[in-house]
């Protein structure tokens, strides 16, 4: 039998076997953390119970998309294996604020190392270091008696510091190293603190107390009304009920068998998972941050916590919540599904609709960027939605670029960004990255935040 990493731990630590690790397991598993996430809860349980009852030397990304998400190899495996990724991450940041909170009094902890899947357990232990001042005052003495000076030679011998003068002197360098040594880490890890304009912004949501949703949209939902033309809003995709309202003449069984299958995955855009992933590392270390996937939200989450949702209504119907307060709204052609954004109230100059284009040489679309209140008004929405998936991408680009963001509170006269919304035109010529321009604006001054 293969030795894995539980096993070596146990052999060598007194009192720490297989079972009372997967006890351990079971208790966070069953914990607050994990408590609204099946998803992340059934992660944990597999990869503890692979480690600790199958005994597998090694746990692949592969085993996981197929046991824990459904994916094979059938699948675009590189958006899956981002998605286990990303979930792997939040699963290790959940089992750290465990052990900190619920579980400060556990004996044994675990964690899951990045670059592996295989928890790794060990005894808990407070490390204490005592300086005894009379092992260093006997480091610091000499070992040899100072030789008689000479009655001729008048010579005035220095005094010598105090040993506790001395440590101080130490602890005042080592002190300040530290404190150069962590400032540069906090530098590094927390960029964007030092760029005025990204700062205005994210820290609304990065030092909110509330905790902050991301939710990418669901393109197995989008597909499903791209195949059948028809648009399904919010109340008919939560009740999951969407699929009974196609009329069974209008399709072959074929094709219901597919759109069935279709129904019942949960996708995601890489371009949307990318901007997630930007969010994320702009706070690598933040507990407040959260990732959820469409199927998997409720709207009780509105109520007390900031919202992140990327993609259009059609991909992500959480947007219609609040598609009554915005004036930039995504619409789709009935015959070909390609949606455009519908200017509600064009002011001199704009257009009543704006729809993308394609050529040979080059892609043009659009992006709409909405800074707005929660429901309750207390809470914090940014809605990124685009005509395509590199689109949203664009405009993810746009809110991590202080430069743009910059020239937005220029061209507003702000130091602080109110609620707004934002229509971009995004442009890509032949193979060069996207680049957008603002095309339009509009804000809420009446709004305080």
């Known amino acids: 039998m293969p030795k894995t990493m539980v096993e070596f731990a146990a052999n060598e630590q007194q009192g720490l076997t297989l079972e009372h ?11 607050q ?7 992340l809860r059934e992660f944990l349980l597999y990869v503890g ?15 996981i998309r197929l046991a824990v998400f459904g994916r094979d190899d059938s699948y675009d495996t590189s958006v899956d294996d981002n998605i286990v990724r ?3 991450s939040e699963m290790r940041k959940r089992i750290e604020v465990y052990f900190e909170s619920e579980g400060a009094d556990e004996p044994v902890i675990f964690e899951v190392p990045r670059g592996s899947y295989t928890p790794v357990f060990r005894l808990r232990t407070v490390e204490t270091e005592q300086v005894s001042s009379s092992v260093v005052d006997k480091a610091f003495e000499s070992p040899e008696q100072p030789r008689p000076i000479p009655e001729l030679v008048v010579k ?8 506790s003068w001395l440590l101080v002197a130490v602890l005042t360098i080592i002190t300040t190293a530290l404190w150069v040594q962590s400032r540069a880490m906090h530098n590094y890890l927390f960029a964007w603190k030092s760029s005025p304009a990204l700062a205005s912004f994210w820290s609304n949501f990065l030092e909110s107390k509330a905790d902050t949703d991301i939710i990418p949209g669901d393109t197995a939902f989008a597909l499903f009304q791209g195949i059948t033309k028809k648009q399904i809003y919010l109340s008919d995709y939560v009740n999951r009920k969407y699929f009974n309202q196609i009329s069974p003449e209008s399709l072959s069984s074929d094709r219901r068998f597919d759109l069935n299958t279709i129904a019942s995955k949960n996708f995601g855009s890489i371009n949307e998972f990318n901007v997630a992933q930007r969010i994320f590392a702009l706070d690598p270390l933040s507990k ?5 996937s469409a199927h998997n939200y409720t709207a009780a989450l509105f109520k007390q916590d900031n919202a992140i949702l990327l993609g259009g209504g059609v991909s992500n119907p959480w947007d219609y919540l609040f598609e009554d307060k915005l004036n930039f709204v995504m619409e789709y052609d009935p015959n070909t599904f390609i949606p455009s954004v519908r200017n509600r109230t064009p002011a001199a100059g704009e257009l009543v609709v704006y729809s993308p284009s394609y050529s040979t040489t080059s892609d043009v679309g659009y992006a709409v960027i909405a800074f707005i209140p929660n429901l309750d008004s207390k809470g914090k929405v940014l809605i990124i939605e685009g005509t395509g998936s590199q689109a949203v991408e664009a ?16 061209k507003l006269h ?3 960004l109110p609620y707004f919304e934002l229509l971009l035109k995004t442009k890509r010529l032949d193979t060069t990255s996207l680049s957008s321009t603002i095309e339009s604006y509009r804000l809420y001054p009446a709004s305080s935040h």
């Open 21 to 31: 690790c997967w006890e351990l397991v079971e208790r966070v598993a069953a914990s």
């Open 33 to 39: 953390q994990f408590k609204r996430s099946a998803r």
């Open 49 to 63: 119970r692979r480690s600790l009852i199958e005994h597998s030397d090694e746990i692949h990304q592969r085993d």
């Open 86 to 88: 990303v979930n792997a």
């Open 156 to 163: 005035e011998v220095p005094r010598r510091f105090p040993i």
């Open 288 to 292: 407040k941050l959260r990732l959820y």
């Open 395 to 410: 405009a993810g680009d746009f809110l991590m670029s202080e430069d743009h963001l910059a020239d937005f509170q220029k």
């Open 414 to 416: 702000v130091d602080k």
